[in-house]
């Protein structure tokens, strides 16, 4: 259950993550290729962690009440 339920979060908070910091890089003027993939990459990859982690979080507030 928690990894459906992460793997549908990932989806979510990967794209949130990637965009942010693809518009941090734009922002401070790295405005070529390589800044804009490593942002991307950077927000894919932290994303694992977080959505383990929200699921988690998810999954013990239902199972609490």
């Known amino acids: 259950v928690m990894i459906r339920l992460a793997s549908i979060l990932y989806s979510i908070i990967a794209t949130t993550l990637s965009g942010s910091l693809i518009v941090a890089a734009l922002t401070m003027g790295y405005d070529t290729l390589m800044p804009i993939l490593i942002g991307a990459g950077v927000g894919a990859i932290l994303a694992v962690p ?7 979080a998810i999954i013990r507030e239902t199972s609490a009440s």
């Open 50 to 56: 977080v959505s383990v982690v929200v699921a988690r």
